[in-house]
């Protein structure tokens, strides 16, 4: 007579919603072959798409703000004073510099990699183009508070899409998934560190700065559970991933193993 667990069909759901409210969907480090072959990929290449373009204008709107760039900015604006060239300009300069560290990451360089390199860079220079410099404190702080939301979720949606981070975003990955640490602490991290080497090389510092530094990485953490797309096939093959460790079957009297027929 076979016999049956009750509870085994309701556990199985309570530890799926609870998998499924802990936090988003794994973030793959996919290569550009199987990024190629990913599903839903034309929706992905949307959603990178309107994320990048979000990013880039968000980076002029702080910027236009006059309360300070973001850290990246600030570094990029001291290197544009010095060349002579725009700001947008130094960003994809410097994007392609960074990733090099890739290489020691094992990061994937992948559609989005190279899309975030270059569209960043052209958004940033016509968002500088089309916003104006902010007339009083009031609008400015708008400006900056906008700024710093609509970076952290467009740069969540990018990230999300699952086509391969930026440059800048690829170390903030990379470094969580190396060091198994989450990604607002590693963010604010790198944040902190290039504002130093911008602040030595005179790029415009303010409050708005700070405030960049210490509120996106949290931004991009509350949002990237929203806005991520799961992988679920590469080239029509189901992604598989390591579950729990099964149960051992329990013991009977006489030590030996005891195995229930279930159906």
């Not at 559609?111 to 916003?131: R, Y």
């Not at 992604?239 to 729990?244: A, D, I, N, S, T």
Request: glycine share 14%; net charge positive.
């Amino acid at each position: 007579m076979s016999t049956r667990s009750p509870a085994g069909g309701r556990g199985a759901r309570r530890r799926r919603r609870a998998t499924t409210a802990r936090g988003a969907a794994p973030l793959e480090n996919l290569s550009l072959r199987d990024q190629l072959h990913v599903d839903r990929l034309p929706w992905r290449l949307v959603h990178m798409g309107a994320g990048l373009t979000g990013f880039g204008l968000s980076l002029a709107l702080l910027l236009r703000s006059g309360l300070g760039g973001a850290p990246w900015d600030v570094l990029h604006a001291a290197l544009a004073d010095r060349i002579g060239a725009s700001v947008g300009t130094l960003s994809i300069a410097v994007s392609f510099v960074v990733l090099l560290a890739f290489i020691p990451l094992r990061q994937q360089v992948g559609i989005g990699t190279i899309a975030n390199a270059i569209w960043v860079g052209v958004s940033i220079d016509f968002g500088m183009a089309v916003f104006p410099q902010a007339p009083n404190l009031p609008v400015a702080v708008v400006m900056l508070l906008a700024g710093v939301a609509v970076n952290g979720i467009t740069a969540a949606m990018y990230i999300g899409a699952q086509l391969g981070p930026g440059a800048r975003d690829g170390l903030m990955t990379g470094l969580s998934r190396v060091l198994d640490r989450p990604v607002g602490p590693i963010r604010i991290a790198l944040e902190v560190a290039v504002l130093g080497t911008g602040w030595l090389l005179g790029g415009p510092i303010g409050v708005g700065t700070a405030v960049y530094a210490l509120g996106l990485g949290p931004v991009i953490q509350l949002a990237l559970p929203w806005v991520t797309i799961p992988v679920r096939t590469v080239g029509g093959r189901p992604v598989l991933r390591p579950g729990p460790s099964p149960a051992a079957p329990p013991r009977s009297r006489t030590g030996r193993w005891r195995w229930r027929r279930t159906r």
